[in-house]
T-cell receptor, first 112, second 114 residues
């Protein structure tokens, strides 16, 4: 079945450091891929998405590229801020599957 | 445009009781999904509804049930509560029929079972 694997956290970085959170997936067909973010006490919100191979999703300085050959969708940001501290979830959805599958989540702490 | 609204936000129940959680999707969205979030298991898919029909269901016991009304509002019910049912229950809506688009989440209903 479909699955998503992302690196375990927590990840602790200093402000302005480079961020990478790894995400790999297993899926049949051609899923859409997503990164969601969850701030403390809130529900999840979409950070970025990519719907086909080689697409790059980007938002708020975050980027991720849909790599079909390596079945990966790693999240990157060149310079993190304290306000980026949150839990990040990688996810996939297949047409007709009627569900989105999430990775376990990676907690990010950014220190001033 | 109002977001996804979940009620109640917090509730405490005891073992053996039942609970009903409500979700109002974004206006115009016809798909509603439910997830259980716990520290140990992460986000687990419960079920998805579209136009009052359940299209997919996760691996949860029959104590977990749901339904969707004609106005797209949805409810989920958990009967005979167990301690392990303590979790944040998240509802998400989307507009797409194919369910490959963005999910819009509510803030969740935090259930504590004592």
């Amino acid at each position: 079945g479909n699955s998503v694997t992302q690196m375990e956290g927590p990840v602790t970085l200093s402000e302005e450091a480079f961020l990478t959170i790894n995400c790999t997936y297993t899926a049949t067909g051609y899923p859409s891929l997503f990164w969601y973010v969850q701030y403390p006490g809130e529900g999840l919100q979409l950070l970025l998405k990519a719907t086909k191979a080689d697409d790059k999703g980007s938002n708020k300085g975050f980027e991720a590229t849909y790599r079909k050959e390596t079945t990966s969708f790693h999240l990157e940001k060149g310079s993190v801020q304290v306000s980026d501290s949150a839990v990040y979830f990688c996810a996939l959805a297949n047409t007709g599957g009627f569900k989105t599958i999430f990775g376990a989540g990676t907690r990010l702490f950014v220190k001033a | 445009k109002a977001g996804v609204t979940q009620t109640p936000r917090y509730l405490i129940k005891t073992r053996g009781q039942q609970v009903t959680l409500s979700c109002s999707p974004i206006s115009g969205h016809r798909s509603v999904s439910w997830y259980q979030q716990t520290p140990g298991q992460g986000l687990q898919f419960l079920f998805e509804y579209f136009s009052e029909t359940q299209r997919n269901k996760g691996n949860f016991p029959g104590r977990f049930s749901g339904r969707q009304f004609s106005n797209s509002r949805s409810e989920m019910n958990v009967s005979t509560l167990e301690l392990g049912d303590s979790a944040l229950y998240l509802c998400a809506s989307s507009g797409g029929q194919g369910q490959t688009g963005e999910l819009f989440f509510g803030e969740g209903s935090r259930l504590t079972v004592l």
